[in-house]
């Protein structure tokens, strides 16, 4: 097994968690040979509206994509070759040191990527090993029998994990600049605040401040009272 890490002191472990990454209680899964690699991808996702007779466009930027984890070819090993450890009782391995590769997909498929009835969802996840702390969900799983029993019966099989990384609504809004420009905002109005003056607050450009007022119905864009709610769409 060439250019594989039995990586016996830390283990490749799959574990179910919340959308920030909290661990919650219940069976986990470790690995039996840490993978040889692994992919993190990350992607930004760009408009491009061509004007009729331009030769090109200029990419506007949309979205930030949610990053992706590629755990290719993870080897569950039914031979007995490989010895399987775990020190945790609660981990779905614990039965005995040679599971079948069928109990093992079993296993994985249950944590990873079934329905599961009480969320209403396939379970969050975190993997983790080494710098790896990943949290996502899984969108695809392929599996690669490689070897067999006389009878058909799988003894090595290699999945490979296409993860989703996912966030809160909460860190979500904690990432995000809540001063950006491309985004509505609801403000309540201060002493002393202008609608010119919140206007370079949030677009950096009081000029919008007709604009907003006629957006918010104001008569006047002088005449703010304090408390009140405005309104600043997306500048376009």
């Not at 609660?90 to 005995?96: L, N, V």
């Not at 009835?117 to 969900?137: A, C, Q, S, T, Y």
């Not at 605040?193 to 104001?218: F, H, K, Q, S, W």
Request: contains cysteine; proline residues 8%; glycine residues 8%.
């Amino acid at each position: 097994m060439g250019g594989i890490s039995l990586g016996s002191k830390s283990l490749l472990k799959i574990s179910k968690c919340d959308e920030d990454g909290a661990d919650i209680a219940g069976p986990f899964f470790e690995v039996q040979i840490n993978p040889a690699s692994y992919q993190h991808r990350l992607s930004v996702q760009y408009n491009q509206c061509p004007t009729l007779g331009q030769p090109g466009a200029t990419p506007k930027f949309s979205a930030v994509n949610p990053e992706k984890l590629t755990l290719p070819q993870l080897i569950l090993d039914g031979t007995g070759v490989v010895s399987l450890f775990s020190a945790d009782a609660s981990s779905p391995m614990s039965a005995g040191l040679s599971p079948s590769v069928t109990e093992m997909l079993s296993a994985l498929r249950t944590l990873v990527y079934d329905y599961q009835g009480d969320i209403h969802e396939p379970n969050v996840l975190r993997f983790v090993w080494g710098d790896m702390n990943f949290v996502g969900v899984v969108e695809s799983m392929d599996i690669d029998y490689t070897l067999f029993k006389p009878s058909g019966q799988p003894l090595r099989a290699k999945v490979t994990l296409g993860v989703l990384a996912t966030a809160s609504p909460k860190k979500i809004a904690q990432i995000a600049n809540p001063s950006s420009p491309d985004l509505s905002h609801l403000v309540a109005v201060r002493a002393g605040d202008t609608l010119p003056l919140l206007c370079e607050r949030i677009y950096a450009d009081p000029g919008y401040y007709m604009e907003v007022a006629r957006i918010n119905g104001l008569v006047g864009f002088r005449a703010l009272t304090p408390g009140m709610l405005l309104r600043f769409p997306p500048i376009n």
